[in-house]
Nanobody, 124 residues
Framework: QVRLVESGGGSVQAGGSLRLSCAAS????????MGWFRQSPGKEREGVAD???????RYTDSVKGRFTISRDNAKNTLYLQMNSLEPEDTAMYYC??????????????????WGEGTQVTVSS
């Protein structure tokens, strides 16, 4: 059974940092590209960052220079280091796995598996 379990969310003040983790199981983690998405109330879910099978990364413009996506294939775990957090980063954050790494950035339909999400709240 495939499982993606996010953790590390919480409440922080603007300028603070959080590190999200996503523990994967039930499939061959290293064969999949991984992504982080987020959804704020009243908004559509958007792609935040993705990473190839080893290290190729992409980011949405609003988080470039502040967020870093990484993966540990030995631990089947995906990470999102979030620094200089802003109130606009407040959202539910989801990790997702894509079998084909040609997926267009932020295209939800390109992802096969999803986690349940972890809440990030940034106060001003």
């Amino acid at each position: 059974q495939v499982r993606l379990v996010e953790s590390g969310g919480g409440s922080v003040q603007a300028g603070g940092s959080l590190r999200l983790s996503c523990a994967a199981s039930g499939y061959t983690y290293s064969n999949y590209c991984m992504g982080w998405f987020r959804q704020s109330p009243g908004k559509e879910r958007e792609g935040v960052a993705d990473i190839g099978r080893i290290s190729y990364t992409r980011y949405t413009d609003s988080v470039k220079g502040r967020f870093t996506i990484s993966r540990d294939n030995a631990k089947n775990t995906l990470y999102l280091q979030m620094n200089s957090l802003e109130p606009e980063d407040t959202a539910m954050y989801y990790c997702a796995a894509a079998r084909f790494c040609t997926v267009v950035f932020g295209m939800e339909s390109g992802y096969n598996y999803w986690g349940e999400g972890t809440q990030v709240t940034v106060s001003s």
